[in-house]
């Protein structure tokens, strides 16, 4: 069997692209929930954000309880996005398009750099 280097490379940058996008996803799903924590959206008969994000969204309790304190995290850092805060030059996937990260290229290892102590 013959390897298509030209067919794996396509690969190969399809899931670079499909990973940005997720990442970016999930910077603007922080940036949501922060908002929404701070702003007391889910104080409707829920005792906390994560307790809403656990009924709206199905998740895990201790899942939800890590979102919501990473998205608290993210208000401490200088006023900027969670999508600008991690946009960097070293991926060669672009995500132009997507909500967030217009102009740039999103690395989520930096912001878990970043925000490793922050959540804790």
């Known amino acids: 069997m013959?390897?298509?280097y030209k067919e794996l490379e396509r690969?190969?940058?399809e899931i670079a692209?499909?990973?940005v996008h997720l990442d970016?996803?999930?910077a603007r799903l922080l940036d949501l929930i922060r908002e929404f924590d701070a702003r007391g959206g889910w104080n409707t008969g829920f005792r906390s954000?994560?307790?809403w994000l656990t009924w709206r969204v199905?998740?895990?309790p201790g899942a939800a309880r890590e979102k919501v304190r990473v998205a608290r995290?993210?208000?401490t850092l200088p006023s900027r996005s969670f999508a600008d805060s991690t946009r960097r030059t070293a991926s060669p996937a672009r995500a132009d398009s997507h909500p967030g990260v217009a102009g740039g290229t999103l690395d989520v290892g930096y912001a878990i750099d970043v925000l490793h102590?922050?959540?804790r």
């Open 11 to 13: 690969l190969g940058d």
């Open 73 to 75: 995290a993210l208000g």
């Open 58 to 60: 199905g998740l895990d």
């Open 2 to 4: 013959e390897i298509d």
């Open 49 to 51: 954000c994560a307790e």
């Open 24 to 26: 970016a996803a999930s």
């Open 17 to 19: 692209e499909l990973a």
């Open 117 to 119: 102590p922050l959540a």
